[in-house]
């Protein structure tokens, strides 16, 4: 059973910064495709960044490459985001995600959400101005 739990959300000003922590058995950060992703209210699902520890890839999207940055801790069996220079429109339900590896196909290939299988319940991020 694939579990993941987001944690490290929470009301902060803009210009600052939060590290939010996905937590999974290491065969599962070892061994699946995590993506994050956010939802903010009214808009759909957006993938924002990609980690694939068996591929050694990591991808963050382009709208947000210059603030977001995501970073594994196998000791801690933990995948962190980091995001800096919040903005308001960062505000939203932050999410990890994994996706089962597709034989010989580029690990982090897609960010849609529809890609992925199995989930946690969130972390809630909200920026004020």
């Known amino acids: 059973q694939v579990q993941l739990v987001e944690s490290g959300g929470g009301l902060v000003q803009s210009g600052g910064s939060l590290r939010l922590s996905c937590a999974a058995s290491r065969r599962t950060l070892n061994y699946y495709t995590i993506g994050w992703f956010r939802q903010a209210p009214g808009k759909e699902r957006e993938g924002v960044a990609c980690?694939?520890?068996?591929?050694?890839?990591?991808r963050i999207a382009d709208s947000v490459k210059d603030r977001f940055t995501t970073s594994y801790d196998n000791a801690k069996s933990a995948l962190y985001l980091q995001i800096d220079n919040l903005k308001p429109e960062d505000t939203g339900v932050y999410y990890c995600?994994?996706?089962?590896?597709?034989?010989?196909?580029?690990?982090?290939?897609?960010?849609?959400?529809?890609?992925?299988?199995?989930w946690g319940h969130g972390t809630q991020v909200t920026v004020s101005a």
């Open positions: 995600a994994a996706r089962e590896p597709l034989g010989v196909e580029p690990r982090c290939v897609t960010l849609a959400a529809h890609a992925f299988n199995y």
């Open positions: 980690f694939s520890s068996s591929g050694r890839t990591t």
